[in-house]
């Protein structure tokens, strides 16, 4: 079955630089696009950008430009979040999430969750 | 504050029909972008429910079904189990702003 897992827990200060991971199996990795969200503390989902796995094709959401990259590596079926320049506003829930289809507007299996908390 | 609005909150007895709505704009919705649902447990990611407005995947029963008119969409669900007390959202894109996925703020369903 499809799955998406995720890295631990990280607790960064801030200033400091975040690399959260999604390991994939169960369907074909080029196939479809991952993208990753974030969910902040009372519950509000924001998207963070998007990569086309077969091409490695990214594009990130305004708010996060030049702070954060999407990567892969499609030997180990993996996609890669960093995020830099972390403040206490980075503190969330970080998910990657399969897309339905490239040009489709959601996701169809997501991960557990990651849980990044930027504090001094 | 969300692109997308929902209402905070909604209840309803078991076996009973509830409706959750989702309000957007001329760039998401009422450009015809795709409204997806998700359910989501506290403290576990969402699960979609409803993709391309009214789609269901498989294994989501025939008692949640998504419909979307103009700027709007909604979420019904019938025959309420005590099982579906969570959170629901809707989600979209908006062409603002270079394009992103957008959310709603979420809606509370309680089980009486």
């Known amino acids: 079955q499809v799955q998406l897992v995720q890295s631990g827990a990280e607790v960064k200060k801030p200033g400091d630089s975040v690399t959260v991971s999604c390991r994939a199996s169960?369907?074909?990795?080029?196939?479809?696009?991952l993208h990753w969200v974030r969910q902040m503390p009372g519950q509000k989902f924001e998207w963070m950008g998007w990569?086309?796995?077969?091409?490695?094709?990214?594009k990130y959401s305004q708010n996060f430009q030049g702070r954060v990259a999407i990567l892969r590596d499609t030997s180990a079926r993996t996609a890669y979040l960093d995020l830099s320049s972390l403040t206490s506003e980075d503190t969330a829930v970080y998910y990657c999430?399969?897309?339905?289809?490239?040009?489709?507007?959601?996701?169809?299996?997501w991960g557990q969750g990651t849980l990044v908390t930027v504090s001094s | 504050q969300s692109v997308l609005t929902q209402p905070p909150s909604v209840s309803g007895a078991p076996g009973q029909r509830v409706t959750i709505s989702c309000s957007g704009s001329?760039?998401?919705?009422?450009?015809?972008?795709?409204v997806q649902w998700y359910r989501q447990l506290r403290g576990t990611a969402p699960k979609v429910l409803i993709y391309?407005?009214?789609h269901r995947p498989s294994g989501i029963p025939d008692r949640f079904s998504g419909s979307r008119s103009d700027t709007s969409a909604s979420l019904a669900i019938t025959g309420l189990l005590a099982e579906d007390e969570a959170d629901y959202y809707c989600?979209?894109?908006?062409?603002?702003?270079?394009?992103?996925?957008?959310f709603g703020g979420g809606t509370k369903l309680t089980v009486l």
């Open positions: 999430t399969r897309g339905l289809c490239d040009t489709c507007y959601g996701g169809d299996y």
């Open positions: 990569i086309n796995v077969a091409n490695g094709h990214t």
């Open positions: 989600q979209s894109y908006d062409s603002s702003l270079s394009g992103s996925w957008v």
């Open positions: 001329s760039s998401n919705l009422g450009a015809d972008y795709d």
């Open positions: 391309a407005n009214t």
């Open positions: 169960g369907y074909s990795f080029p196939d479809y696009p």
